[in-house]
């Protein structure tokens, strides 16, 4: 079977799917409350796909070559019923990966019904282990050992490896680095230090506010000696380093300072239906009214093919500050992080 790659030569591996654009944090970086808040139209019932329809295009994009599924938001345990979506992903042949992105707070309640269900493992977002820092960035008043119970609930039902996604922003959590990186330290868990994007229009981004990489390595490596790892596989998204006492990995995400467009083999999902070939694209292309009216699976494809196929986006190593202040990007809550 030949699968599509795009004009730069890229298949398609991984198809992260969003759920639900709604969230109960409101993170400072993502979804600002003065924004996010009461007034904030976000998607109504009958606009969101419903489970056999996000079914029935995750096997599009399983035929078209996706291997790896990632199920996000928004928070995608607030959408009622996941494990009966994750039921239906898990049955479909050739999906390797089967995974969720989470801020873990409803994680201890659900974690074995969502192994039961097929899921793999799962990401938990943790921006710090102090509760005044995290408190202010998620800003909803959530403390840090509720996330660490879920944390600890996903580990006991097997869905690891687990993964933990810390965003470090300049001035607000970049002191909670070699922290978190401590408390993982010796666990199985692999924490990610993400550099804050300019993702969506709301979060006020401003380079100034990105702690690059790069110095996030050197802050854990001048407490915990660390080596370089060799990537994974093609288009996998952090750098790898592993402690040199054998105490496990982290990984840094540096899609500002060195960005890996070159390599990516990502496409998203939103909620309603969109397709969109770059985290950073103002426009996406809509999957919904085929499916609705009744589109054949040959028809389909071809469309997701056609799609790929013309997909030359590399927004993150042309970024200037004329492309992140003029474009209309999507909300990262929107698009699935
Ligand atoms: N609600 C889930 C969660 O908190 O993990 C899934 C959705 S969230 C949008 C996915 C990930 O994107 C989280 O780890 C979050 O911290 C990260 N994120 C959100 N805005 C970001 C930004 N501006 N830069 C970098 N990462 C961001």
């Known amino acids: 079977m030949t699968f599509p790659v795009d004009t730069l030569g890229r298949p398609i591996h991984d198809l992260r799917i969003s759920v639900t654009d709604r969230c109960n944090f409101r993170c400072t970086y993502c979804m600002p409350k003065e ?16 489970f056999e329809e996000i079914e029935r295009v995750s096997r599009v994009f399983v035929r078209a070559g996706a291997r790896k599924i990632r199920l996000t938001g928004g928070e995608p345990l607030l959408r009622k019923d996941l ?21 873990g707070s409803l994680l201890a309640r659900k974690a074995e019904a969502l192994k ?15 509760d005044t820092v995290f408190m202010a960035m998620n800003d ?72 690059p990489g790069r110095e ?15 990537p994974d596989y093609r288009g996998e998204v952090a750098q790898r380093y592993r402690y040199r006492d054998g105490s496990g990995e982290v990984g840094v995400i540096t899609s500002v ?9 990502r496409v998203r ?16 292309t809509d999957l919904r009214a085929p499916l609705r009216e009744g589109a054949s699976d040959g028809e389909l494809d071809a469309a997701i093919a056609a799609l790929w196929i013309r997909r030359g986006d590399r927004y993150s190593e042309i970024r200037t500050s004329q492309t992140v202040s003029i474009k209309r990007k999507v909300e990262m809550s929107y698009i699935g992080g």
Request: aromatic share 8%; net charge negative; hydrophobic share 45%.
């Open 35 to 50: 924004i996010f808040g009461r007034d904030y139209e976000f998607l109504a019932r009958e606009q969101l796909l419903s």
């Open 83 to 103: 494990e009966h979506l994750i039921s239906l992903l898990s049955a479909i042949p050739d999906v390797e990966d089967l995974t969720l992105t989470t801020n």
């Open 116 to 130: 039961a269900a097929g899921l793999n493992r799962v990401t938990v977002s943790l921006d710090s282990m102090d």
């Open 140 to 211: 909803v008043g959530f403390p840090v050992q509720k996330v660490l119970d879920g944390i600890e609930a996903a580990a006991a039902a097997g869905l690891s490896p687990i993964k933990i996604n810390m965003v470090v922003k300049r001035g607000m959590n970049e002191d909670s680095v070699v922290d978190v990186a401590e408390h993982f330290r010796g666990t199985a868990h692999v924490v990610r230090f993400i550099e804050y994007m300019d993702v969506g229009t709301t979060n006020g981004w401003r380079l100034d506010d990105v702690v």
């Open 216 to 230: 996030i390595v050197e802050m854990i490596n001048a407490r915990f000696p660390l080596e370089p790892v060799d």
């Open 257 to 265: 300072t060195q960005p890996f467009c070159g390599d990516c083999t």
């Open 269 to 284: 999902l939103s909620a309603e239906g969109q397709v969109y070939t770059c985290l950073f694209a103002s426009q996406g």
